[in-house]
């Protein structure tokens, strides 16, 4: 089924580790984007890509990477987690031509960093 | 720089009152918006886009270009509509085109 995934759904991680979120789509989406939403919160874009080799940042500023090797895939990469990461990632694809105007989202990776 | 602004944090009613939830934005072109819901437990959706001009599961929102608005509304709340909700704009020139910008979300709660 046509859909967006996001792994792994909770991750409890202690100060300092490598850690990569992952995004993966089968829609075809050329546009892909990584929010920031804390618990009930406004949703923040930290990352987006108009697709392959394309990476931006977005309106809030964070410390971590993406990068956009294939369509389908938009991994999210903290190098040092610290305790101000913690806070839910939540990705979303969209596509000009066939939804101009609707994002897909994600059910979320719901990161604690201790 | 364009904005969305959803005044209203909390917004609490009882089962069959009719319910509005407020979005103001700011932009200096033609507007796209749309309203996104999350429910508890699950992941945020479209509700509806107002290009779009229908009607989801009960739920309305004009947009008025004169007050830079464009609420939500329904006649009749039920408990299954408590949920988080978005007002987003959609970006629709330049370098950022297709990039949404979210308001600050309304979380509705539909009392028995």
């Known amino acids: 089924e046509a859909d967006i995934y996001q792994t792994p759904r909770y991750l409890v991680i202690g100060t300092g580790k490598k850690i990569t979120l992952e995004c993966s789509q089968t829609m075809g989406h050329d546009k892909m984007y990584w929010y920031q939403q804390d618990p009930g919160m406004e949703l923040h874009l930290i990352h987006y890509?108009?697709?392959?080799?394309?990476?931006e940042k977005g309106d809030l500023s964070s410390e971590s990477t993406v990068s956009r090797i294939r369509t389908e895939h938009f991994p999210l990469t903290l190098e040092s987690a610290r305790p101000s990461h913690t806070s839910q990632y939540l990705c979303?694809?969209?596509?000009?031509?066939?939804?101009?105007?609707?994002?897909?989202f994600g059910s979320g990776t719901r990161l604690t960093v201790v | 720089a364009q904005r969305v602004t959803q005044p209203e944090k909390l917004l609490s009613v009882f089962k069959g009152a009719p319910v509005e939830l407020k979005c103001n934005y700011s932009y200096s072109g033609s507007p796209e918006l749309f309203w996104y819901v999350q429910y508890s437990r699950q992941r945020l959706q479209l509700l509806l886009r107002h290009i779009s001009r229908e009607s989801i599961k009960g739920f309305t929102a004009d947009l008025n270009k004169g007050e830079t608005s464009f609420h939500l509304k329904k006649p009749f709340a039920q408990e299954e509509d408590s949920a988080m909700y978005y007002c987003a704009l959609l970006n629709a020139g330049g370098t950022s085109y297709g990039k949404l910008t979210f308001g600050q979300g309304t979380i509705l709660t539909v009392h028995p």
């Open positions: 890509s108009y697709g392959v080799n394309s990476t």
């Open positions: 979303a694809s969209s596509d000009l031509w066939t939804d101009p105007h609707g994002y897909t």
